[in-house]
Nanobody, 124 residues
Framework: QVQLVESGGGLVQAGGSLRLSCAAS????????MGWFRQAPGKEREFVAA????????YYADSVKGRFTISRDNPKNTVYLQMNTLKSEDTAVYYC?????????????????WGQGTQVTVSS
């Protein structure tokens, strides 16, 4: 079992930045590809970013490409999502997830463990 806990969410003005963290316990994250997803009010949960087991490969949703950066620190068992130039449409609950595989994936069905989420609110 892997327990994931997100942190770093909050209220920020449009154009600002936040860094989300996802800390794992139970098992080492070095065996998992990791992803970030988000769910806005009234919408389905959607893919944001993913990173391979080694950190060498990353995927991004077109809506965040160039503004968000996913990274991982395997010795610290933590994954990050640096979010810059935030927009009001980035407002959502952000979830991290772990997939027992090497390559990053955008498919939610491939993820085995999920965190509880952290709220990000961007005011315009």
């Amino acid at each position: 079992q892997v327990q994931l806990v997100e942190s770093g969410g909050g209220l920020v003005q449009a154009g600002g930045s936040l860094r989300l963290s996802c800390a794992a316990s139970g098992r080492t994250l070095s065996s998992y590809a990791m992803g970030w997803f988000r769910q806005a009010p009234g919408k389905e949960r959607e893919f944001v970013a993913a990173i391979s087991l080694s950190g060498a490969s990353t995927y991004y949703a077109d809506s965040v490409k160039g503004r968000f950066t996913i990274s991982r620190d395997n010795p610290k068992n933590t994954v990050y999502l640096q979010m810059n130039t935030l927009k009001s449409e980035d407002t959502a609950v952000y979830y991290c997830a772990a997939a027992y595989m090497k390559a990053p994936t955008t498919s939610q069905r491939r993820y085995d463990y999920w965190g509880q989420g952290t709220q990000v609110t961007v005011s315009s």
